[in-house]
């Protein structure tokens, strides 16, 4: 017997729940449906659900708690321990990045940090999630969907007082972008306010439009507390504060140089030669751009490359897995999060962050934030506009007296 509360109607989680009970080849019964009367008023929803056999219904019942569907007596969860370093027991819990709840004897016991496609691991009477990389031999792992809620972020529907609906709006290139812009930075100023953080993560597409005198703003105004990118942004805003190109273009001209396609891998043998970012910009190396500001700013970075770096630079982790713990260990505390200009960063971030952040995604392609979207990131706002003139207007509302360059 499995329940569910909210805005099952307008939102289609009632459709989307039946079609996957039918996908996973289960069969379904509605006990009982109350539809909120006011456009404000929560539904509810009791259905039975079975399948041929105890796995597959496990493993639905996985599925269904993706969109706030529960057991009504969830019970106590089943721990098993792990046999063997960095492989889960084969009924593990597989973890949405929902706010979820474990119950440990007779207490509910919140997941700490959650996050999408992991394990759950209870340790002293807490419960964190868990990569598949990192579990141990040993480590007390979560299994079957017996004692586990999860809870749906809360949705708002009234649009009369002008807030910004995170998890309503759509991908589109014809919305007001100065509304949105405002919205944005009201939004940043209140997470600012209560004290969280505000991630970036980033592309070279920053430093390609000219915007990153606007992103040296805002780092200097204090709306950047961690940056995700690759070793692409940060060889390009180097090489720009280096030699006034961008790829080999020059940024105040718009034109290529001679030999500017050497420019980007003699900036990252300059940073090399100097040790790192941070030496390069105390040896007066490096004197301006993003990673500059960065530094000076002392903002932490988390740079992850890629089998197509060039160089890299001696900060970027070319492990990825290490590049993923280094990413979690900045995201205790973000209440907001940036994307621009980078599909796999976006992405690989998306599945890190609990759905409770709030999540822009601006990019010139609509399909980045659509995959953000798809991959389980629902809470993703996209906004499809160029990255330059993005930041560029997100600075003047935020940073007075800021003036494109």
């Known amino acids: 017997m499995l329940e569910t509360r909210g805005h099952l109607m307008d939102s289609g989680v009632l459709a989307r729940v039946l079609d996957d009970v039918l996908a996973y080849g289960g069969d379904y019964r509605i006990d009982r449906l109350d539809v909120g009367r006011a456009h404000e008023d929560e539904s509810y929803a009791r259905i ?27 019970g106590t969860a089943l721990l098993r321990e792990a046999e063997r370093d960095g492989v889960f027991p084969d009924d593990f819990y597989s973890t949405t990045n929902l706010e979820t709840v474990v119950r440990i004897d007779e207490t509910w016991v919140p997941v700490e940090q959650p996050e999408m496609d992991c394990g759950l691991v209870v340790f002293g009477g807490r419960v964190r999630t868990v990569p598949v990389s990192d ?33 309503s709006s759509a991908v589109s290139s014809e919305k007001p972008q100065s509304l949105l812009l405002r919205q944005i930075a009201e939004q940043m100023r209140e997470v600012k306010s209560e004290g969280g953080k505000i991630l970036w993560v980033a592309g070279p597409a920053v430093v390609h439009t000219g915007a990153a005198p606007a992103m040296v703003a805002l780092v200097e105004a204090g709306y950047v507390d961690v940056v995700f990118a690759g070793n692409a942004l940060a060889t390009h805003d180097i090489e720009a504060a280096l030699y006034g190109t961008s790829l080999g273009v020059d940024l105040a001209a ?21 040790g790192s970012i ?6 007066g190396v490096l004197t301006s751009g993003v990673m500059h500001s960065l530094v000076t700013s002392q903002k932490p970075f988390v740079l992850v490359g890629s089998v197509r770096d060039d160089g890299p630079l001696p900060d970027v982790h070319t492990d990825v ?6 990413m979690r260990a900045q995201l205790p505390g973000v209440g907001f999060a940036i994307m621009v200009a980078t599909m796999l960063h ?20 609509p399909a980045t934030v659509t995959k953000l979207s798809d991959r389980g990131s629902s809470q993703a706002v996209g906004i499809v506009t160029d990255i330059g003139l993005f930041l560029e207007g997100l600075a003047r509302e935020l940073v007075p007296g800021f003036v494109a360059g």
């Not at 039975?48 to 007596?73: F, I, K, P």
């Not at 941070?278 to 040896?283: C, G, H, I, K």
């Not at 897995?321 to 280094?326: K, L, S, T």
């Not at 992405?347 to 409770?356: E, Y």
């Open 48 to 74: 039975v659900v079975s399948a041929e056999d105890d796995q597959t219904l496990v493993r639905l019942l996985m599925r269904l708690q993706g969109h706030g569907v529960n057991q009504v007596d969830p």
């Open 135 to 167: 579990v141990r031999a040993g480590d007390v792992v979560v299994c079957g969907a017996s004692g586990v809620k999860v809870v749906l972020p809360l949705r708002e529907h009234s649009t009369t007082d002008g807030s910004f609906e995170f998890m």
């Open 254 to 274: 718009g034109k290529g140089v001679e030999h500017g396609h050497e420019h980007h891998i003699r900036a990252i043998n300059a940073i090399r030669k100097a």
């Open 278 to 283: 941070a030496d390069a910009v105390r040896q």
């Open 321 to 326: 897995i290490a590049g993923q713990r280094a």
């Open 346 to 365: 976006s992405i690989a971030t998306g599945n890190l962050l609990p759905a409770s952040v709030p999540l822009v995604c601006v990019d010139i392609n």
